[in-house]
């Protein structure tokens, strides 16, 4: 399976999960911008977050909404960003980023070659901290 979403789909013991549901699914990104950065990504296969039907796409930004008041109270950034680009992964997803810097939510980082892999036990204990924090998330 060429698509690492739709891996995680079908083996959600791949990923640290923070939530799973029939349509969507928000895990930790395995190569953070900061640390805490979460995709929330649909179970369906669409390469483009706005070909995504409109009930998906509302539910999705309503999950950011409430995971976002997690990380905020978790890792205390400037603010949480949010980005919806789909480049790397044509599989559409949110990315939902602690920001420490302004500049944390630019291509900068990335065309520097400045994102590494996070260890996987860091990302399971964020995972684990963020769902304890959290509420419904449906």
Not at 30 to 36: A, D, F, H, V
Not at 67 to 73: D, F, G, P, Y
Request: net charge negative.
């Amino acid at each position: 399976m060429s698509c690492p979403f739709c891996y995680i789909h079908q083996h959600p013991e791949a990923a640290a999960m923070i939530h799973a549901d029939d349509e969507l699914m928000a895990f930790m990104d395995i190569n953070p911008i900061r640390s805490g950065h979460v995709l929330i990504v649909s179970r369906a296969h669409e390469p483009e977050f706005f070909n995504l039907p409109e009930r998906v796409a509302a539910r999705a930004m309503t999950l950011a909404h409430r995971i976002a008041a997690v990380q905020k109270a978790l890792f205390q950034p400037l603010r949480v960003g949010a980005m919806i680009a789909g480049g790397d992964v044509p599989h559409a997803h949110l990315h939902l980023i602690p920001m420490r810097e302004n500049t944390d939510v630019t291509s900068r980082p990335a065309l520097e070659g400045g994102l590494q892999r996070a260890p996987a036990q860091q990302l399971q204990q964020q995972a684990a901290a963020i769902r304890e924090r959290g509420s419904d998330w449906a």
